[in-house]
């Protein structure tokens, strides 16, 4: 895969008095058509678009609709029983890796935030689920992220 960068997601909102959301974690990858994907390390959900920031943006939207969903449905520990597994280690590494790279380059996601998810889409997805998002990514080259 062509890897290029990384980000997390907060859904603060989402919050309640008997549980938090943690922040959740995603790489972004570039396919061979052009298309930015942004890959959910905790529970394997994928998004892609042309932009970076949509494929962010449904990539929100889709967490947000499947753990409204599985808890609504299952409860909380089913959330918990998702991330046992070990099937996104090798993403988990990547994205580990990726967080020192751009460390190095002092463009890391702790100390300087490349990107942060637009107004715009943040007040979309507050109008649809009453949730107000926070993400910030980091990316190695911003012409990959076009």
Request: hydrophobic fraction near 40%.
């Amino acid at each position: 895969m062509n890897y290029i960068g990384i980000g997390k997601i907060v859904l603060d909102s989402l919050c309640t008095e008997e549980y938090n959301i943690p922040h959740l974690h995603f790489l972004l990858t570039k396919n061979d058509d052009g298309f930015i994907e942004s890959v959910n390390l905790e529970f394997g959900i994928v998004a892609f678009h042309k932009d970076a920031d949509e494929a962010v943006k449904i990539l929100i939207q889709l967490l947000i609709e499947y753990i409204k969903r599985t808890i609504d449905e299952d409860g909380f520990d089913s959330l918990i029983h998702s991330v046992q597994g070990d099937e996104m280690n090798e993403y988990w590494a990547e994205y580990r890796k990726f967080e020192f790279i751009l460390a190095k380059q002092k463009r890391d996601l702790s100390h300087d935030f490349v990107r942060s998810l637009t107004r715009k889409i943040a007040n979309e997805i507050f109008e649809m689920y009453g949730i107000k998002p926070k993400a910030k990514y980091s990316v190695l080259d911003m012409e990959q992220a076009a």
